[in-house]
């Protein structure tokens, strides 16, 4: 059981705009900041958001990082087939003072 | 460019030891927190522990204190991830990823990661 929870599976159409959420509690999501990583198929994750809202560079505007409360939220619009990936959530957590990811997002790209 | 390029993949047997490495280069080695993560097979990520090898300060994560030992050797810029018994639970793809941003762990973030080194641990 992960501390930061996310959905298993979401999908979307080409074109389409996909959320996925990740919920977590006050000693982590709820103050601290989130990170968001994209894992391809059979390769290293990736570094997706940080800062709750920053792209690294070379990563598409198309992808965009938003957090409220104990939740955080990754937004995908204009939806290819080559975002079809695992997406997971990341915060630090002060209770066990030790970094947290959550159980990941399953997309599909239908 | 900044890489971490870690060692191949290893196949052991139950209680054997292991060592894994990982390779930073394009940056400086020591002033960066390099921190490992676990992949069980179709499963998602575990943080397991973060090194700064400026001074080898080491912290772990609960599930993870006592169970490996996190290591770097600066003068070769190489970070490692040691067990000195395994187990079959011990199966994994294992990731090391530089940190970036906040300090020893709150507020930053991994970037970029290495390629994996698959560890097989079976009878």
């Known amino acids: 059981q992960s501390v930061l929870t996310q959905a298993p599976s979401a999908s979307g159409t080409p074109g389409q705009r996909v959320t996925i959420s990740c919920s977590g509690s006050s000693s982590n999501i709820g103050s601290e900041t989130v990170n968001w990583y994209q894992q391809l198929p059979g390769t290293a994750p990736k570094l997706l958001i940080y800062?709750?809202?920053q792209r690294p560079s070379g990563v598409p505007d198309r992808f965009s990082g938003s957090k409220s409360g104990t939740s955080a939220s990754l937004a995908i619009s204009g939806l290819q087939s080559e975002d079809e990936a695992d997406y997971y959530c990341a915060a630090w957590d002060d209770s066990l003072n030790a970094s947290v990811f959550g159980g990941g997002t399953k997309l599909t790209v239908l | 460019e900044v890489q971490l390029v870690q060692s191949g993949a290893e196949v052991k047997k139950p209680g054997e030891s292991l060592k894994i490495s990982c390779k930073g280069s394009g940056y400086s080695f020591t002033t960066y927190w390099i921190g490992w993560v676990r992949q069980m097979p179709g499963k998602g990520l575990e943080w397991m522990g973060i090194i700064y090898p400026g001074d080898s300060d080491t912290r772990y994560s609960p599930s993870f204190q006592g169970q490996v030992t996190i290591s770097a050797d600066k003068s070769i810029s190489t970070a490692y991830l040691q067990w000195s018994s395994l187990k079959a639970s011990d199966t994994a793809m294992y990731y090391c990823a530089r940190q970036k941003g906040g300090t020893a762990g709150r507020g930053s973030w991994f970037d970029p990661w290495g390629q994996g080194t698959l560890v097989t641990v079976s009878s």
């Open positions: 800062n709750n809202d």
